[in-house]
């Protein structure tokens, strides 16, 4: 089978709906439009991502010799029937030029090895990618054609992975629940994730842009703590953003008292 691979999109706005994997730095740009939280993904040895989840992110060791790789993303939290705030009511990106670098990687994702990449090219249900041989060839001989976008965002990735592991360390030593959590999540067949809030990064990671970070969260986190609420289904999401919004409000005014957050404790989701 050729191993080149067409991709076109038709803007459609499908894939801006739900969950929005971003970088650290795109995270904090849009403070003031996304909620943000931090999406913990376990994988086990022998996953096809396993290599590259363990570099970007974090492991895990466990008992009898077992180790679990662990993604730790920063991301636009929004229920899968949410569109992102940035999608305009003609499907297009209203922030297009400064959109972040996952969405101008879409459909690549430098969490995976390039090598399969080509499996990202299927469109899911309902989206209307065209992959027709009249869009443009975007793989070929195992590689993407155009890929500043690929490898400007798996810099970053390198880049803020250190960081990401510091936070990880705090959260395995003082939030034992994160660690049955993750365990529990990667023994199911198909893959579930953990969510812990912005809160407790900035509060681990001693960030010295917390109190500013935590004000732009507190007007976003309660819109969406009063668009979700009412609705069980949105239970889960619904919660989280009241408990976050708390958790920002605490740290905005402890960071308004005392310009450090060092000696801050980190609280479970
Ligand atoms: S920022 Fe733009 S491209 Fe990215 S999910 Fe939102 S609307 Fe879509
Ligand atoms: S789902 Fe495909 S066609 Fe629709 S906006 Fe996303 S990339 Fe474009």
């Known amino acids: 089978m050729s191993a080149t691979r067409h991709f076109q999109c038709t803007i459609c706005g499908q894939c801006c709906y739900g969950l929005l994997p971003l970088t650290c730095k795109d995270a904090f740009a849009n403070a003031a439009r996304f909620p943000l939280g931090f999406v913990w993904t376990a994988l086990r040895q022998g996953s096809k991502d396993y290599a590259m989840t363990a570099t970007l992110g974090t492991t895990l060791t466990l008992a009898h010799r077992k180790e679990l790789a662990v993604m730790i993303t920063p991301t636009a939290y929004l229920p899968k029937s949410f569109p992102c705030p940035a999608l305009g009511d003609d499907n297009r990106c209203s922030i297009h030029l400064n959109k972040p670098s996952r969405c101008r990687t879409m459909p690549f994702y430098p969490y995976r090895d390039e090598r399969y990449q080509a499996e990202l090219l299927k469109p899911r249900l309902g989206w209307a990618c065209d992959t027709s041989t009249a869009a443009p060839v975007v793989f070929k001989d195992h590689q993407i054609v155009l890929r500043d976008d690929f490898d400007q965002e798996r810099q970053a990735l390198l880049e803020q992975a250190p960081v990401l592991r510091r936070y990880a360390d705090y959260m395995f030593k003082y939030s034992p629940w994160l660690v049955g959590a993750l365990t529990q999540a990667s023994s199911q067949t198909k893959t579930r994730s953990v969510v812990t809030s912005l809160s407790s990064f900035l509060t681990a990671t001693r960030n010295a ?61």
């Open 209 to 269: 842009d917390a109190g500013r970070l935590a004000r732009l969260q507190l007007p976003v986190l309660n819109d969406y703590a009063t668009r979700t609420g009412g609705d069980a289904q949105l239970a889960e999401f619904h919660q989280n953003y009241r408990n976050w919004f708390q958790e920002m409000t605490y740290l905005s005014q402890r960071l308004d008292a005392s310009p450090t957050c060092a000696d801050a404790s980190v609280r479970s989701d």
